[in-house]
């Protein structure tokens, strides 16, 4: 009997091999957690934009819900950057990976810098030109031209 059991026992396993087999010959689709992630949206760079924001920079920069915090002496709000006349995304990314004094080098990765710029790029005022494009979901990223 015991025997027996044994044999079913691999049988099941080699049952469940050549399915799996199959499954990649025949080009089954990869299980979701495989598959790509899509890029996200404009929406979701700013709100992560903003946590990141208040995680890293709202020691100095007030932001909006700060609660009455107090700005630190010459250093601009938030919504101030991106209403400063003829700002850009490629000033702000060059401001981001090279600091000035006393802006601390946090040493941001791209996709962080990204969505700092977004963040950014929602507290504009009406009308102004976009900083960064607010295309939809799976669309690449084109930045202006910095010149």
Same mark, same amino acid.
């Given at each position: 009997? %015991?025997?027996?059991?044994?044999?079913?026992?691999? $049988?099941? =396993?080699?049952?469940?091999?050549?399915?799996?087999?199959? @499954?990649? =010959?025949?080009?089954? +689709?990869?299980?979701?957690?495989?598959?790509?992630?899509?890029?996200?949206?404009?929406?979701?760079?700013?709100?992560?934009?903003? &946590?990141?924001?208040? /995680?890293?920079?709202?020691?100095?920069?007030?932001?909006?819900?700060?609660?009455? =915090? &107090?700005? &630190?002496?010459?250093?601009?709000?938030?919504?101030?950057?991106?209403?400063?006349? @003829? %700002?850009?995304?490629?000033?702000? $990314?060059?401001?981001?990976?090279?600091?000035?004094?006393?802006?601390?080098?946090?040493?941001?990765?791209?996709?962080?810098?990204? /969505?700092?710029?977004?963040?950014?790029?929602?507290?504009?005022?009406?009308?102004?030109?976009?900083?960064?494009?607010?295309?939809? $979901?799976?669309?690449?990223?084109?930045? +202006?031209?910095?010149?």
């Amino acid at each position: 009997m %015991q025997a027996m059991t044994v044999t079913r026992g691999y $049988r099941h =396993a080699a049952v469940a091999a050549v399915t799996i087999w199959l @499954g990649m =010959a025949v080009g089954a +689709p990869a299980p979701v957690s495989a598959q790509a992630k899509m890029p996200p949206t404009y929406e979701e760079l700013v709100v992560e934009g903003e &946590t990141l924001a208040r /995680r890293l920079c709202s020691s100095c920069h007030v932001m909006a819900g700060n609660g009455g =915090a &107090t700005a &630190t002496a010459g250093v601009p709000t938030f919504a101030g950057i991106a209403s400063k006349p @003829g %700002q850009s995304a490629a000033h702000l $990314r060059h401001v981001l990976i090279n600091p000035h004094p006393p802006m601390p080098d946090v040493q941001l990765s791209n996709p962080e810098i990204e /969505r700092l710029l977004a963040y950014i790029d929602s507290l504009q005022p009406p009308g102004a030109a976009p900083l960064v494009p607010r295309g939809s $979901r799976g669309s690449k990223p084109v930045y +202006p031209d910095p010149s």
